[in-house]
């Protein structure tokens, strides 16, 4: 386990960033809390002084009306104390809430914003949990520490101030040692518990993640029948999750008990001190009622402290984990306004060149060796190579997801890091080797890049990706809600249904991974033919096994092992005789390969 981490200047300025509104309703709201803490300590402090003149008129034996009047004053004081605590909750419940949108709004386009190297590296799982504690400790932080700490270190300062003004010497001594040993006892064992918390939560985030890439993979486990295994293996991560709690809950439990010591060890001695000094007629029975309320409230409020001190270091250290998620160094290309810039692709001049391009996914495996090639403005370049060798990596390296390590790239005559980079991602349109839908409807997911597009517009490139008449026969048409990833329907539906979004983005530029790949060869014939229709006249990288499917494209590209190992048309590859010919008459020996 890792030990909780220091708290920097910047981190804590984070926070306050995101506790304090920027809206000056909010802001009144927060002014009207403190005003509102302040009265209820006010009261708070006033009650036991008017019980202790009650108690002392009774003995004395005021008049009846002194004594009514007192009854009154006393209990309506108790109300308000109340009506004050309470209130102050309602009001400022407007603050917190707003707060803790701001952070997972924040959270969310931060997340938007980073490279795709970014979230494939991150356990989602634990991520959505760790967002989730954060917004919950942003809220019962922001609480403790403002209805709760802020106040109850007032109180307790003012309540040791009464007691020395007003009070001899012993019993001034005597209360301050022990509720400076009750103060430091909850203090400390609100840090101890914060490593047993901090286990406990990292416990936690790992069974969430188990959680969330198993109910996600549920697939592959029944495929392979590991239904059992996998549930064994659940409990492991359950029981480490159960003893992360279980010393969490010891340690609080410890401070429960230090603290009722503490606090029944000072309720004695101040009894002892003061039954002793009303036995001698130097104080009153008002007296000793009004030291034992002062001492239950102190030490109602250092219990309170200790609690909510120890919530607030549990948020710190959640927040903590958001914070780092935010600082991460992966500098995000289009919140990073020096990253990219602002120019935009001229429809005119789409051409495409790699020019001597190197990249690696990690350092100690090269990937693409020395890449260079060129797509003349509204003509066809396919690649095909083995799998493996780097062909949809070269596609996330147009698409800016990836940085090539060397070369450069451009696009009509303009590097890829000059362009506005949400227009060019807005300029290509890209049918994905496995495209990703949403838990969404059709029309939604066919019009995510273009969601203006008229109804007949999303009909029409449904028609041309020859989806249309599957759609027409589900139960609620267009409107059909897809699954989880839209895997509840087939693999060739999900490439067709891609292919509708690519078409209705009417891109600049086309990028077909694999577009057919899950087809059968007669849909696949037939929505070749829509595809070439589609990209006639524009600039278009194709990327295929089945060679049937990208032998007219212009140039060809037979990449192997991240190197360029032949190009030419189709006709020069066959003529060269060498790797594209092999390939090519071993598929027309078995075309359905
Ligand atoms: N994010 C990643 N991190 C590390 N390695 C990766 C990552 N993405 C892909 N790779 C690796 O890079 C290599 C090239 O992947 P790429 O997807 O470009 O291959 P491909 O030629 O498209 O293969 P296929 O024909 O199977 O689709 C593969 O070995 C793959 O495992
Ligand atoms: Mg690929």
Not at 315 to 328: K, R
Not at 335 to 361: C, L, M, Q, R, W
Not at 428 to 441: A, E, R, S, Y
Request: charged share 20%; proline share 3%; with cysteine.
């Amino acid at each position: 386990m890792s030990s909780p981490k220091p708290i920097s200047w910047n981190f804590i300025k984070w926070i306050f960033a995101q506790i304090i509104p920027n809206e000056l309703s909010l802001q009144l709201r927060c002014f009207v809390v403190m005003l509102m803490n302040l009265s209820m300590i006010g009261l708070q402090l006033a009650l036991p002084f008017v019980l202790k003149q009650l108690v002392n008129s009774l003995e004395i034996e005021s008049e009846e009306s002194t004594i009514i009047i007192l009854c009154f004053a006393y209990g309506l004081l108790w109300i308000a104390t109340r009506f004050v605590t309470e209130i102050r909750e309602i009001i400022s419940y407007k603050i917190f809430a707003t707060s803790v949108s701001q952070v997972t709004g924040s959270f969310f386009e931060y997340l938007l914003n980073q490279p795709l190297s970014f979230h494939i590296n991150k356990d989602m799982g634990a991520l959505i949990d760790e967002l989730k504690r954060t917004q919950y400790t942003l809220y019962k932080g922001s609480i403790g520490f403002f209805l709760t700490i802020l106040p109850r270190i007032i109180e307790s300062l003012a309540t040791l101030y009464i007691l020395w003004k007003s009070y001899p010497l012993d019993i001034a001594i005597t209360c301050t040692i022990f509720l400076y040993a009750i103060t430091s006892a909850s203090i400390t064992s609100a840090s101890a518990s914060i490593n047993a918390e901090q286990l406990a939560n990292e416990a936690e985030n790992e069974q969430s993640n188990f959680l969330f890439d198993h109910l996600l993979n549920i697939e592959a486990i029944q495929n392979n029948a590991q239904e059992k295994a996998e549930y064994e293996r659940l409990q492991a991560v359950l029981s480490r999750t159960e003893q992360a709690r279980t010393i969490a809950f010891k340690e609080q439990f410890m401070m429960m008990v230090l603290h009722g010591g503490l606090t029944g060890g000072l309720l004695l001695c101040v009894s002892l001190l003061t039954g002793y000094k009303v036995l001698n007629k130097a104080y009153t029975i008002g007296d000793f009622i009004l030291l034992n309320s002062y001492i239950i409230s102190f030490s109602e409020s250092i219990s309170q402290l200790g609690k909510h001190i120890k919530n607030l270091r549990e948020g710190i250290v959640d927040l903590q984990g958001i914070y780092e998620i935010f600082q991460t160094k992966e500098k995000s290309l289009l919140s990073d306004e020096s990253n990219h810039g602002d120019k935009k692709i001229i429809p005119s001049n789409t051409a495409i060149s790699f020019k001597n391009i190197s990249f690696s996914y990690i350092p100690e495996a090269p990937l693409l060796n020395n890449i260079s090639f060129d797509i003349y403005h509204g003509k066809t370049v396919a690649i095909v190579g083995a799998s493996g060798s780097g062909k949809s990596t070269i596609t996330k390296l147009l698409l800016r997801l990836y940085q090539p390590t060397q070369g450069s790239i451009t696009i009509g005559g303009t590097l890829l890091e000059e362009l506005d980079l949400i227009d060019l991602r807005s300029q290509i349109g890209i049918v994905p080797q496995n495209p990703v839908l949403f838990k969404d409807t059709v029309f939604n997911n066919i019009a995510y890049a273009n969601p203006i597009a008229p109804f007949e517009e999303v009909k029409l490139a449904a028609k041309t990706a020859k989806i249309d008449e599957f759609i027409t026969k589900l139960p609620q048409k267009y409107e059909t809600e897809l699954g989880e990833l839209g895997m509840t329907i087939s693999g060739g539906e999900r490439q067709r249904i891609a292919l509708a979004r690519a078409l209705l983005k009417h891109p600049l530029i086309f990028i077909f991974d694999e577009a057919t790949s899950a087809l059968d060869t007669h849909t696949e014939t037939s929505l070749m033919s829509s595809i070439v229709n589609a990209s006639k006249d524009k600039t278009t990288l194709m990327i295929a096994h089945r060679l049937s499917t990208i032998m007219h494209a212009d140039h060809i590209i037979v990449l192997d092992h991240g190197k360029i190992k032949e190009q030419g048309t189709h006709a020069q590859l066959l003529e060269l005789n060498k790797l594209y010919a092999q390939l090519w008459y071993k598929q027309a020996e078995s075309p359905e390969a």
